[in-house]
Antibody, heavy 123, light 112 residues
């Protein structure tokens, strides 16, 4: 079955960087793009960006594009999200989600999610 | 960016009773192909979100038929025919018509 397993919780100081991983199993990794979603404490969900795991193409929400880098390692079936210049407002749970893409309708839905990674930014 | 707005923010429901969540978008989500680019997700307590409805009205695999989605353009609704205890959590609508994909604020369903 499809599984996305994320790396563990992180505690970072303001100004530091963090790199979160999302390991996929149960399907062909390069067949489905991976999206990242942020959820601040008690808040809704925010789309961070997307990586095409086949060709490495990325797209970011304007809010995150200056500080976030999405990459992937196809040999390890793993996607990564790195956030630079962390600030206290970045404290959140970050989810990776697998994209199920309907080619004929150009339609995207997230059909499987990782368990989430809590990033705490505190001095 | 497309703004998604949900109502109510909290929804107390008696088990066995129906429930409804509304979602509005600041721009029409009706594509030229006549499909609405709207998904519904449920985030149960302590869990990751799970897909319930896609294309506005299609149930995802394994979703009970007591869940249904309707609406078109800018006005959408998620209905639960008879709420069960396992339906508690926060319901989110999400548009995938254009990036950045955006979510509603969430509607927390509680059992009375």
């Amino acid at each position: 079955q499809v599984q996305l397993v994320q790396s563990g919780a992180e505690v970072k100081k303001p100004g530091a960087s963090v790199k979160i991983s999302c390991k996929a199993s149960g399907y062909t990794f390069t067949a489905n793009s991976i999206h990242w979603v942020r959820q601040a404490p008690g808040q809704s969900l925010e789309w961070v960006g997307w990586i095409n795991t086949g060709n490495g193409k990325t797209k970011y929400s304007q809010q995150f594009q200056d500080r976030v880098t999405l990459t992937r390692d196809t040999s390890a079936s793993t996607a990564y999200m790195e956030i630079n210049s962390l600030r206290s407002e970045d404290t959140a749970v970050f989810y990776c989600a697998r994209e199920d893409y309907d080619f004929w309708r150009d339609y995207v839905k997230f059909d499987s999610w990782g368990q989430g990674t809590l990033v705490t930014v505190s001095s | 960016d497309i703004v998604m707005t949900q109502s109510p923010l909290t929804l107390p429901v008696t088990p066995g009773e129906p429930a409804s969540v509304s979602c509005w978008s600041s721009q029409s989500l009706l594509h030229t192909n006549e499909y609405n680019y709207l998904n519904w997700y449920l985030q149960k307590p302590g869990q990751s979100p799970q897909l319930l409805i896609y294309l506005g009205s299609n149930r995802a695999s394994g979703v009970p038929d007591r869940f249904s989605g309707s609406g078109s353009g800018t006005d959408f609704r998620l209905k639960i025919n008879r709420v069960e205890a396992e339906d508690v959590g926060v319901y989110y609508c999400m548009q995938t018509l254009q990036t950045p994909y955006t979510f509603g604020q969430g509607t927390k369903l509680e059992i009375k």
